[in-house]
């Protein structure tokens, strides 16, 4: 089994959409994915990224990604934020999940972030475990708040 980290393409998207839906089954929400392949390669890969993209590839194969992008923190100043680390489920424990995370990390290093953050479901616990013997300070006193697109219409009307 040869493997490879690898800066994403703009026609590695539609393999890393499907990562991405599988990735949704995985986390319970099936029908939660709206953002499609042609989106992933107008937001990467237009005049100005969104976000950068490395995969893991087996045998030629991607069967991984982390998609990450920057953020500004007011206490930090800039930081990188990974969206998502996927592994393909029938590779998980096999170290590419490490091997991305390596590269995140490798990446925000050289590009001079003061921190690199995420969010990790609660009841994923092998991923947090994942991320806590690689250093990561899990933050079990910070909630995340999301005003989806309807919350955001709804919001509207009373201002």
């Known amino acids: 089994m040869k493997n490879?980290?690898?800066l994403a393409t703009k026609n590695d998207m539609k393999s890393v959409h499907d990562l991405i839906v599988e990735l949704a089954v995985?986390?319970?929400?099936?029908?939660?994915?709206?953002?499609?392949?042609?989106?992933?390669?107008?937001?990467?890969?237009?005049k100005q990224p969104k976000f950068t993209c490395f995969v893991a590839e087996v045998d030629s194969k991607i069967v991984g990604a982390a998609?990450?992008?920057?953020?500004?923190?007011t206490w930090k100043g800039e930081v990188l934020h990974l969206e998502d680390l996927i592994v393909k489920d029938s590779l998980r424990g096999s170290g590419l999940g490490t091997a991305l995370l390596d590269e995140v990390v490798k990446h925000g290093k050289k590009i001079g972030v003061k921190r690199i953050c995420w969010e990790v479901l609660d009841w994923n616990a092998p991923a947090i475990a994942f991320y806590q013997k690689k250093g990561a300070d899990v933050k079990r006193d910070w909630d995340v708040v999301h005003l989806n697109e309807n919350g955001i219409k709804n919001y509207l009307k009373y201002i």
Do not use: C, Q, W
Request: proline fraction near 3%; aromatic fraction near 12%.
């Open 4 to 6: 490879t980290i690898r």
């Open 67 to 73: 998609l990450i992008y920057m953020r500004y923190s």
């Open 26 to 46: 995985f986390e319970k929400e099936p029908h939660a994915v709206e953002v499609t392949a042609k989106n992933l390669e107008s937001d990467g890969y237009g």
